[in-house]
């Protein structure tokens, strides 16, 4: 296990807690939910021998605290977060980025917005549910979430936000019983902390963002595409395939579903470096 070493970093309305290993390349792997760095050990520590790693919290979660708690969050500012830390630690030179769910829309901004800053970008699932055709519907699930929420309480609001999430009609899928690494357990109290924010200020902010798809053309050459190999037909599976096609690039499949990371970690870090080196 390589030990990192532990930074903050203050940026606009927030300081960011991060941590770094290894030598190499910069690689920076945001992360997605409420998982924050702690989410990505595994798999930073597994690429660390050939990148320099870095994980972080995003502002508001875990160790990265808002200057104002009740402060709305936008995709443009968490992937202000994203350029920051690569400013500091590889000034010289892009870097390549990992982004995972709503960490994979913030990646997407960074490309969109500052494409000579990274090298190349993987995107696992980004929930962008606008560059749909039914997108009208997902934004009447996510007002539905959000009046749950405010009415009834958070774990009813994940009960109506996780249905929307899967096939129209489906129930949920029996998910096998899948012994976590310790640290995956140890942050269970942590992860269920963060939910409230991350329901009532990230899901609604991050799934209302429209990506232009005609400058992410323009970019595409730097962009990979990933999704869940079990998550296909789901909604955070729709929009990574749906670009894919209209971008004319492969759609690359990982391990597990949305949470791949989380259950498939080994297996989920060796795709990973294929998709960075291919």
Same mark, same amino acid.
């Given at each position: 296990?390589?030990?990192?070493?532990?930074?903050?970093?203050?940026?606009?309305?927030?300081?960011?807690?991060?941590?770094?290993?290894?030598?190499?390349?910069?690689?920076?792997?945001?992360?997605?939910?409420?998982?924050?760095?702690?989410?990505?050990?595994?798999?930073?520590?597994?690429?660390?021998?050939?990148?320099?790693?870095?994980?972080?919290?995003?502002?508001?979660?875990?160790?990265?605290?808002?200057?104002?708690?009740?402060?709305?969050?936008?995709?443009?500012?968490?992937?202000?977060?994203?350029?920051?830390?690569?400013?500091?630690?590889?000034?010289?030179?892009?870097?390549?980025?990992?982004?995972?769910?709503?960490?994979?829309?913030?990646?997407?901004?960074?490309?969109?917005?500052?494409?000579?800053?990274?090298?190349?970008?993987?995107?696992?699932?980004?929930?962008?549910?606008?560059?749909?055709?039914?997108?009208?519907?997902?934004?009447?699930?996510?007002?539905?979430?959000?009046?749950?929420?405010?009415?009834? +309480? $958070?774990?009813?609001?994940? %009960?109506? @936000?996780? !249905?929307? #999430? =899967? /096939?129209?009609?489906? &129930?949920?899928?029996?998910?096998?019983?899948?012994?976590?690494?310790?640290?995956?357990?140890?942050?269970?109290?942590?992860?269920?902390?963060?939910?409230?924010?991350?329901?009532?200020?990230?899901?609604?902010?991050?799934?209302?963002?429209?990506?232009?798809?005609?400058?992410?053309?323009?970019?595409?050459?730097?962009?990979?595409?990933?999704?869940?190999?079990?998550?296909?037909?789901?909604?955070?599976?729709?929009?990574?395939?749906?670009?894919?096609?209209?971008?004319?690039?492969?759609?690359?499949?990982?391990?597990?579903?949305?949470? +791949? $990371?989380?259950?498939?970690? %080994?297996? @989920?870090? !060796?795709? #990973? =470096? /294929?998709?960075?080196? &291919?």
């Amino acid at each position: 296990m390589t030990e990192p070493t532990v930074g903050t970093l203050r940026v606009n309305g927030a300081t960011l807690h991060y941590e770094v290993r290894g030598h190499g390349p910069l690689l920076l792997l945001i992360p997605g939910g409420t998982g924050g760095a702690a989410s990505l050990t595994t798999v930073a520590t597994a690429l660390a021998d050939t990148h320099t790693v870095a994980t972080y919290d995003p502002r508001g979660m875990a160790g990265s605290k808002l200057d104002d708690p009740g402060a709305e969050q936008r995709v443009e500012e968490h992937a202000e977060d994203a350029l920051r830390l690569l400013d500091l630690l590889s000034p010289e030179a892009p870097a390549r980025v990992f982004g995972s769910s709503s960490g994979a829309i913030a990646a997407l901004h960074l490309l969109l917005t500052h494409p000579e800053r990274v090298e190349r970008v993987v995107v696992h699932e980004p929930p962008v549910v606008e560059v749909l055709p039914d997108a009208a519907t997902h934004r009447a699930l996510l007002a539905r979430v959000g009046e749950t929420f405010r009415d009834q +309480g $958070l774990m009813p609001a994940m %009960a109506v @936000f996780a !249905a929307g #999430l =899967r /096939e129209d009609g489906a &129930a949920a899928r029996p998910v096998p019983p899948t012994e976590l690494a310790p640290q995956a357990a140890a942050r269970a109290e942590q992860t269920m902390g963060d939910l409230p924010y991350f329901v009532g200020r990230i899901v609604p902010s991050f799934m209302s963002y429209a990506p232009d798809i005609a400058r992410l053309a323009a970019v595409s050459d730097r962009l990979v595409l990933a999704c869940g190999q079990d998550s296909r037909g789901e909604l955070p599976y729709r929009p990574a395939a749906f670009l894919a096609e209209r971008l004319g690039k492969e759609l690359r499949h990982f391990p597990g579903g949305h949470v +791949g $990371l989380t259950t498939h970690p %080994a297996e @989920f870090g !060796a795709r #990973l =470096r /294929e998709a960075l080196h &291919a």
